[in-house]
């Protein structure tokens, strides 16, 4: 309602009916009009944050401090790094295990938007040490997954390896078989970076043969996929068709536009 209420207003002031893209250069003023008013209204919510920060108690401080770092993450990250940063010390300060865990994995965040990828894993293995300390499990798995990724993106594939082993031995544990599913696509996904096609294979078997069970098309799709990369690396070209025709049919279904057109680049590679 509000953005049909600012075309309307954008349209009486620049509207010029002699020529035929008025309406395109409308839209467009008014989607800029609906970013400024966005900025505006987020700027007087952070004033309006700091304002309470400066007569805030800890525990208000810290929930203010949060909400002020999730603000700027997308605005200025070095400044959620400073909010942090804060929330950190005033966890520590009370001995508040759990908030400084979270604080911990909050700063490796920052630091990995900031591609600061090592930093990123201090403060998660950090934030793992503590967590295991609370027997949390929950956000054990969850740092687990975090300290994997980054690994795996740094390129430290044995270390991406190492914490999703151990987050895949939690997950079975709790019997959680979607991550289940997820985590053996992931580790088969992290074989075929490091060039081990047949743990590769033999992991995203694995994964496939847990979304099946589930009926979870997506997850059928990437599995197959996956599949089809891994064989199309060891030239194997007509394994890797099959797999990459299975997922595009189950793209297709579910209207994934995006895989789709992964998909088609990847059976285009097959053919250039």
């Known amino acids: 309602m509000v953005f049909f209420t600012l075309l309307i207003f954008v349209s009486y002031f620049c509207a010029d009916y002699s020529k035929p893209n008025y309406l395109m250069k409308t839209f467009f ?4 009009l609906i970013i400024t008013c966005d900025a505006f209204a987020q700027q007087h919510q952070i004033d309006s944050l700091e304002y309470a920060l400066q007569s805030a108690d800890k525990k208000d401080a810290s929930l203010i401090l949060s909400q002020l770092s999730a603000l700027y993450q997308n605005i200025d990250i070095n400044k959620s790094v400073g909010y942090d940063l804060q929330i950190l010390e005033i966890a520590r300060q009370d001995n508040n295990l759990y908030s400084e865990s979270t604080a911990l994995n909050n700063l490796a965040i920052d630091h990995y938007f900031l591609g600061e990828y090592a930093s990123a894993l201090d403060y998660l293995e950090k934030s793992l040490e503590i967590r295991e300390k609370l027997k949390d499990t929950v956000q054990i798995v969850k740092t687990l997954n975090n300290l994997g990724v980054i690994s795996q993106v740094s390129g430290n ?16 544990t ?3 078989t979607i991550s289940i599913a997820k985590t053996l ?3 088969g996904v992290i074989y075929k970076d490091a060039l081990q096609y047949e743990d590769a294979k033999g992991f995203l078997a694995q994964a496939l043969e847990y979304y ?8 059928i799709a990437a599995a197959y996929n ?6 199309s690396k060891q030239k194997y070209q007509d394994s890797a068709l099959d797999y990459y025709r299975k997922s595009l049919v189950l793209k297709r279904k579910i209207d994934d536009k995006r895989g789709i057109g992964n998909t088609l680049n990847n059976i285009g590679e097959i053919f250039s």
């Open 226 to 231: 996956n599949l089809g990369q891994v064989y």
């Open 185 to 187: 696509n992931n580790i």
């Open 29 to 32: 003023l008014a989607i800029l």
């Open 157 to 172: 594939y044995d270390k991406a390896l190492h914490y999703l082993q151990k987050s895949l031995e939690f997950k079975q």
């Open 174 to 176: 709790l019997g959680d």
């Open 212 to 219: 099946q069970k589930l009926g979870d098309e997506p997850g």
